[in-house]
Nanobody, 122 residues
C-alpha cells in the first residue's frame, strides 16, 4: 500500500490543523492506520492510531486530548485533527499502516507515507 499525507503547513500557536492521508493500491480498511511525528533532532514518535473499523483509537500521553485520529474507509483516508497547536508540535508528520491487531501496537506499523511538515510559530 502507498500512503500520501497532506495538509501540513505553517500555523500559529493555538490554531487547529487537519492532516489527511490517503491509501493507494489497496483498500485502507485492510489496515490499522496511525500517525507518527519526527521533530528536528529527535526520534520518530507515535502519535495515535485507529482500528480498521474506527471503533478503537489509541494515543500517546503527550498528545492526549488535543489530537484526534479518524478515518473514512469509503475515501481510503485517515485524518489527524490537531487542536491548540503548540510550537513543540513542530515536526514532520507521517501516516503509517499496520496489519496488526491493535492500534496501540506501535511496532506493527510497517508501511509509511512521505510525511507532511507542520510548523507552529509562537
Amino acid at each position: 500500500v502507498q500512503l500520501q499525507a497532506s495538509g501540513g503547513g505553517l500555523v500559529q500557536a493555538g490554531d487547529s490543523l487537519r492532516l489527511s492521508c490517503t491509501a493507494l493500491g489497496r483498500a485502507s480498511s485492510n489496515y490499522i492506520m496511525g500517525w507518527f511525528r519526527q521533530a528536528p533532532g529527535k526520534e520518530r514518535e507515535f502519535v495515535g492510531g485507529v482500528s480498521r473499523r474506527a471503533d478503537r483509537t489509541y494515543y500517546s500521553d503527550s498528545v492526549m486530548g488535543r489530537f484526534t485520529v479518524s478515518r473514512d474507509n469509503a475515501k481510503n483516508t485517515v485524518y489527524l485533527q490537531i487542536d491548540s497547536l503548540k510550537p513543540e508540535d513542530t515536526a514532520v508528520y507521517y501516516c503509517s499502516a499496520s496489519l496488526g491487531t491493535s492500534p496501540s501496537s506501535v511496532s506493527s506499523y510497517i508501511y509509511w507515507g512521505q510525511g507532511t511538515q507542520v510548523t507552529v510559530s509562537s
